[in-house]
């Protein structure tokens, strides 16, 4: 079945560490993005990625970095420098840049 | 740029009730709308778009919605609840570029909690 995993479903870190989050699709999308989920707010694009080497900021990157080696990948780390790194991440892509996305199931980081 | 307000953070309904969740956005110029459900822990699901065409559009799971230009929104409803509706919703916008073409990226409202009671 074609679709987006991430992993790990849950993850702790200690404050000042960094962790990377992953992100794997097989739907040969091109266009793969970041969010952060917090209650009430809704989702936040962090990055997002239109094809392999390149990738954008989006409205609340500070704090995160990416790479896009490959079409299939596209892993977040999010560094000691982010200052309120507890949240749901989500993954998604599209066949295009703008097009329809698809959402993978999740990560749950908590900042211990 | 474009926004999007859900109206309501949570609406409680007893089960084979009919319920509307509200969703108005602002843009200058075309857009595309999307509903998403989101269940706890979950990534989200597609439960309807409007890119053209029919301003009725309907989506999975019973779920419809219309798109209103001159009121700027985009309810969702459904006639009859069940338990198994109970989650999240998300209402998203995209701003059609100059060619007209392409969904632009996706601003998210903040989410509307529905409860189906027994």
């Known amino acids: 079945d074609g679709g987006i995993t991430q992993s790990p479903k849950y993850l702790f870190r200690k404050e000042g560490q960094n962790v990377t989050l992953s992100c794997e699709q097989n739907l040969n999308h091109d266009a793969m993005y970041w969010y952060r989920q917090d209650p009430g707010q809704g989702l936040r694009l962090i990055y997002y990625s239109q094809i392999v080497n390149d990738f954008q900021k989006g409205d609340i990157a500070e704090g995160y970095s990416v790479s896009r080696e490959k079409k299939e990948s596209f892993p977040l780390t999010v560094t000691s420098a982010q200052k309120n790194p507890t949240a749901f991440y989500l993954c998604a892509s599209s066949i295009f840049l703008e097009g329809e996305q698809f959402f993978g199931p999740g990560t749950r980081l908590t900042v211990l | 740029a474009q926004s999007v307000t859900q109206l309501d953070s949570q609406v409680p309904v007893f089960e084979e009730a009919p319920v509307e969740l509200r969703c108005n956005y602002s843009?200058?110029?075309?857009?595309?709308l999307f509903w998403y459900v989101q269940y706890p822990n979950q990534g989200l699901q597609l439960l309807l778009k409007y890119l053209s065409g029919s301003t009725l559009v309907k989506g999975i799971n019973g779920f419809e919605a219309e798109f209103n230009k001159s009121q700027t929104s985009f309810h969702l409803r459904k006639p009859s609840v069940h338990i198994s509706d109970t989650a999240e919703y998300f209402c998203?916008?995209?701003?059609?570029?100059?060619?007209?073409?392409?969904?632009?990226?996706?601003?998210f409202g903040q989410g509307t909690i529905l409860t189906v009671h027994p």
């Open positions: 998203a916008v995209s701003s059609a570029n100059a060619g007209g073409t392409s969904y632009g990226k996706l601003t």
């Open positions: 843009s200058s110029v075309s857009v595309y």
